[in-house]
């Protein structure tokens, strides 16, 4: 199971760090898990942000991409989006998900290839 949080109300331009923590799970397990958060904006679909692989390799969508980042810490079974410089257009709801994956495997940016997801959590961003 993996939760959520630290969404909240920010204006333009300031900064907020979401959490993803994994139950359930031993911190072995945790550690082969590639872990990615995912957005989705009001009447939109859900898109990749970011994700990091059990390696520690990162991915970020262009448009966070210098402004987020994504660490992980094992022995807390939590992963960390940092949020630096948010716009208005950064404003839905973001969810973590992971799934197992080997240590070969790039990492994957297409919501299907995660098995796991924790609920969302709503980040705003006034103008």
């Known amino acids: 199971q993996l939760q959520a949080s630290g969404g909240g109300l920010v204006q333009a331009g300031g900064s907020l760090r979401l959490s993803c923590a994994a139950s359930?799970?031993?911190?072995?397990?945790?550690?082969?898990?590639?872990v990615g958060w995912f957005r989705q904006a009001p009447g939109k679909e859900r898109e990749f942000v970011a994700a990091i692989h059990r390696s520690g390799t990162t991915k970020y969508t262009e448009f966070v991409e210098g402004r987020f980042t994504v660490s992980r810490d094992n022995a807390k079974k939590t992963v960390y989006l940092q949020m630096d410089r948010l716009k208005s257009e950064d404003t839905a709801v973001y969810y973590c998900?992971?799934?197992?994956?080997?240590?070969?495997?790039?990492?994957?940016?297409?919501?299907?290839?995660?098995?796991?997801w924790g609920q969302g959590t709503l980040v705003t961003v006034s103008s």
């Open positions: 359930a799970v031993s911190g072995g397990t945790f550690s082969r898990y590639a």
């Open positions: 998900a992971a799934h197992d994956i080997i240590l070969t495997a790039p990492v994957r940016t297409g919501s299907r290839e995660y098995h796991f």
